[in-house]
Nanobody
Framework: QVQLVESGGGLVQAGGSLRLSCTVS????????MGWYRQAPGKQRELVAT???????NYAGSVKGRFTISIDNTKNIMYLQMSSLKPEDTAVYYC?????????WGQGTQVTVSS
């Protein structure tokens, strides 16, 4: 049983920065991969970035060079550092954990970028 809770969302001006956190609760957390996804109104949920247990990262082309995904395994927290934010980054951001035998999602956190 794994629970994910996102935090750090909010309102920021275009060009600004924001850091999202995904806190993982569980007796012992072992994952195959984790990632950040986002969903804007009227759009499908899309992949933003992923990180494997080996530390390999992957980014959507739209955020590459602006966003950085990382994990603090000691604290069981995954981060998404976002910079040079654009209005099109506005969405609800969700964290996802792929663990042996199951996938888990957080409740989401709203990010709004004003122009």
């Amino acid at each position: 049983q794994v629970q994910l809770v996102e935090s750090g969302g909010g309102l920021v001006q275009a060009g600004g920065s924001l850091r999202l956190s995904c806190t993982v609760s569980g007796r012992r957390f072992s994952y195959n991969a984790m990632g950040w996804y986002r969903q804007a109104p009227g759009k499908q949920r899309e992949l933003v970035a992923t990180i494997s247990a080996a530390g390999t990262t992957n980014y959507a082309g739209s955020v590459k060079g602006r966003f950085t995904i990382s994990i603090d395994n000691t604290k069981n927290i995954m981060y998404l550092q976002m910079s040079s934010l654009k209005p099109e980054d506005t969405a609800v951001y969700y964290c996802k954990a792929i663990v042996p035998g199951a996938d888990y999602w957080g409740q989401g956190t709203q990010v709004t970028v004003s122009s």
